[in-house]
């Protein structure tokens, strides 16, 4: 099962989360929704070199898909039927949600 780390205030996990809804291959785990998702994500993205161009690049790294085996990825369409539009992922530095 694919772990995917988004939060309802992210217009791109918003979107994520409403396609990926109801499918049993895809566990979805909101990181507002209690302090314990929260910490489990920080603690990857805090260890996972997967995320260096993220933070480098001032993103928290959501929508995030963790694989069965490990990879980690944050390309949606990989994941999805169809594409979602880019452009509004959240950023630390306010260009983003």
Do not use: W
């Amino acid at each position: 099962m694919t772990k995917v780390y988004v939060t309802a205030t992210c217009p791109d996990c918003s979107e994520v989360k409403k396609r990926l809804s109801g499918n049993p291959d895809f566990e979805i785990i909101d990181i507002c929704e209690h302090v314990r998702n929260l910490k489990e994500f920080i603690r990857l993205r805090d260890s996972s070199p997967a995320f260096d161009s993220v933070r480098a690049g001032g993103s928290i790294g959501i929508p995030c898909f963790v694989e069965d085996d490990g990879q980690i990825s944050f390309d949606a369409a990989k994941f999805l039927a169809e594409e979602i539009p880019t452009g509004a992922s959240c950023s630390l530095d306010g260009k983003g949600c």
